[in-house]
């Protein structure tokens, strides 16, 4: 028997070859597999020496030659198969070990096109390809993780369970090259250009349920793109759930929207609390206050490191996560101490360009929500003032977040109220100012405002400024209620949905 080995990743090389030598079986090797299986002590073959051909194009075709596939193809099963072979003097290959060049590692880089190109393989697809549609007759090995179950297999007489298994392996030769070649397509081709959508990610791991405890869930990370959550790391506590990541996600976008100390609690996907402080302290104190009740049993996240002081605060409810680039050292002895926390460090901005959303039978694709207003116009007798522009872009950047339809409510870089996932403006205007109780005087809209009633309702608890993206056909009837009430009221142009 035979096994054909080109490996870019050297991991458990040695260990396999050991096992191959033992179980009698010749190994056929490549380029640097070869110069490693020599250096390791062992006699494999060369491609060249199967061949009579030299690799050429700097190594760009080595196996590309029918004496290897053929080998891989043929049909054990099939006289003509076993016929054709015999008489072209090609031995099989019954054992095809292959990873790929690191094209995923590589894409963080910032090789130049040039160089990215390179890690393309091509000899390397062809082999596993070749191997897998032939399972029936042929391991192949596309993991170093599946050398030690290999290993148990491959000595065991042929039954319907080994076949099971080398079907096993075939399959994911497949998986591994949807996500490589997804990857491949995603660099050369500009969105707009790709008929097809390609994607390609990579299991972290499987969840211990998703939104309900009867929904098997798992999750995965990209491979070809960056994204903050990627590169979070978990400090203290259990495992994270499926909820705790959608949570994480939103939690983390909306402070990454300031520059300043911001801090936003969350809850089912919704931010509860949102505020600005001059530090992690003032921050976490404003956005707790902000909704003292919901945040319990939430989700909290600062962008700046947190402190002892702030820790302490934290400990003294029940959260889920608390999330944040840093943490003192007296900050995560603090934290630690409730076991069950999770503390997660996440050093990275959000930078995800696309969003998807699964339905029955169809993908939705949309670009990430990354801008904030097309314009700034004042539509209203009433000017705001400077500190009234400043405060409206704080509501205006957290009403982002909140589903539609969405109302916040703020004053003094805090807010006081969040009314969303409502079928009506107005009920969501009521939520958000009856929560407010007279302490707002900033509100927030995601979308226009249909008729006069939320500016009215708005003017009843004090409101003094208003921001909304307008284009409503209605639109007069709210700029004369915030007339004759002197609210300001600017308009954006752009609109927040958030379904």
Sequence with gaps: MRALISVYEKKGLAELAQF?????????STGGTYRALKALGFSPLSVEDITSSPEILDGRVK????????GILYRRHLEEDRAQVEALGIEGIDIVCVNLYPFFEKLKENLSEEEQVEFIDIGGPTMLRAAAKNFQDVFVLSDPEDYPSFMVHFPLAESPEKRAYRKKLAGKVFNLMGAYDSAVANYLLAEEDKTYLSLSYKKVANLRYGENPHQKAAYYEAL?????????????????SYNNLKDLDIAWKVVGEFEE?????????????????????EAYVKAYEADPVSIFGGIVALNRTITADTAKKMTEIFLEVVMAPDFTAEALEILRSKKNLRVIQCTHKPSQSLAYVSLDGLLLAQEEDQALLAQLKTVTQAEPTESDLA????????VKYVKSNAIVVTGNRQTFGIGGGQVNRIDAAKIALNQADGKARIMASDAFFPFGDVAEEAAKHGITAIIQPGGSIRDQESVD???SHGIAMVFTGMRHFKH
């Design 20 to 28: 191959l030598t033992e179980q009698g079986v010749e190994i056929i």
């Design 63 to 70: 196996t590309l030659h029918p004496l290897i596939h053929g």
């Design 224 to 240: 070809d793109t960056e994204g903050a959550l990627k590169h979070m790391q978990i400090l203290n506590g259990k495992e994270l």
């Design 261 to 281: 100390p911001a801090c936003c609690a969350l809850k089912h996907n919704t931010p509860c609390g949102v505020a600005l402080g001059d530090n992690d302290l």
């Design 391 to 398: 405060e409206l872009e704080f509501a205006f950047k957290v």
């Design 481 to 483: 209620v915030c007339d």
